[in-house]
């Protein structure tokens, strides 16, 4: 009872914030004034935001609810059933489920967590959540809605998506022997609990019971829809604001510049935490300022590694399995989108 109402009052407080920097956003003039930015930026970040964030949210809201009928529907013994021996082949079927589960990164670690608890190789897992968030069809399709007049863009996001999930998983399988979960005598209490039927995995299953599995998914897309939903806000926020106010020759500059436009964006897509279905449009609002190869970074590195994500990584795994993985992921996507860019993108 408590934490549902802590629950209720924190979406509570979440709603009306959202809705405080919207009506800020639509009326400048009304609460703050901002003279020394001008009338100008002030509608330019008006306007920007409004676009970015109103062409992302149908695909943040229909992720959303893909992921809750997944996670209330799909049961995880079915999965684990298929997982092929070879490691090439176990690599395709980590992609292949990507594909077919569209799961966010936020809701694809703890379910690859116990996944891998109940015997599924680490190498798949990790390759699950490292090209799951970009493969799948509401992101091509919110990438292609984004792109719509740079289709290699689209394909170039896939493709290297899945090279960098195949050479981190092939890494991974060859040289990553021992268990890189996190144990604790409360994991392990709670392992037992729910072996016995008595854990939050027998709860959840016998409340899911009780309501009927559409509330359940109800229930879940709610939550999804307003922890996913802040990182949309900001992510639009900060997009806006940089369009808005920062020097267009100073952003030019970076933008066009061999490596430091990359290293750039690969920043800029940690701190900004955005989801995969809507951090296309934030790329597309930067076309015209930084090369596409960096924009192909962004679009990669963000679903792989970004500041949330890497919290709850290390919630689940330890910390210098964590450094590796960060590490992996940094120089592949950093080498593919620098050859991609050379050779396949102009």
């Known amino acids: 009872m408590r934490r549902s109402a ?24 009304g609460i703050l004034k901002v003279p020394s930015f001008g009338t100008e930026g002030v509608q330019t970040f008006k306007t920007m935001f409004i676009s970015i964030f109103l062409e ?12 809750a009928i997944l996670q209330v529907v799909v049961p995880e013994a079915w999965i684990r059933r298929f997982v092929p021996k070879n490691p090439i082949l176990g690599i395709a079927f980590g992609c292949l489920l990507g594909i077919l589960f569209p799961l966010c990164e936020c809701g694809m670690i703890p379910v690859v967590r116990r996944l891998i608890r109940k015997g599924m190789p680490l190498y798949v897992g990790v390759v699950f959540i490292l090209v799951g968030p970009i493969v799948n069809p509401i992101v091509f399709a919110a990438t292609y809605t984004a792109f719509r007049i740079r289709p290699e863009m689209v394909y170039a996001r896939m493709g290297l998506a899945l090279l960098v999930g195949l050479v981190i ?10 268990d ?6 409360e994991d392990l209490y709670r392992s037992e609990a729910a072996e016995s039927g008595e854990g939050p995995e027998e709860e959840s ?25 802040k990182y949309l806000i900001f992510g639009s926020v900060m997009t806006s604001l940089i369009q808005a106010f920062v020097p267009r020759a100073g952003m030019a500059e970076i933008g066009q510049q061999p490596i430091v436009s990359h290293l750039f964006m690969i920043g800029f897509a940690y ?42 990584l290390l919630s689940v795994f330890k910390p210098r399995f964590v450094l590796l993985l960060a590490g992996l992921i940094t120089v592949t996507v950093l080498i593919g989108s620098l050859i991609l860019s050379h050779y396949a993108l102009w």
């Open 180 to 185: 890189p979960l996190k144990t604790t005598k």
């Open 56 to 67: 992302a949210l149908p695909y943040l809201i229909i992720g959303v609810l893909v992921s």
């Open 6 to 29: 802590a629950n209720f009052g924190i979406h509570l407080l979440f709603g009306l914030a959202m809705f405080l920097i919207i009506w800020i956003a639509m009326n400048p003039g």
């Open 271 to 312: 701190v900004l935490s955005l989801c995969s279905t809507s951090d296309a449009f934030v790329a597309s609002s930067f076309a015209r300022t930084f090369s596409s190869g960096s924009l192909l970074t962004f679009l990669v590195f963000g679903p792989m590694l970004d500041f949330k994500s890497t919290l709850m």
């Open 169 to 178: 998983g092939l890494i991974l399988y060859a040289f990553v022997k021992s």
């Open 205 to 229: 299953g016998t409340q899911a019971k009780g309501m009927g599995k559409l509330f359940a998914v109800m229930e879940q897309a709610g939550g999804e829809i307003f922890d996913m939903g």
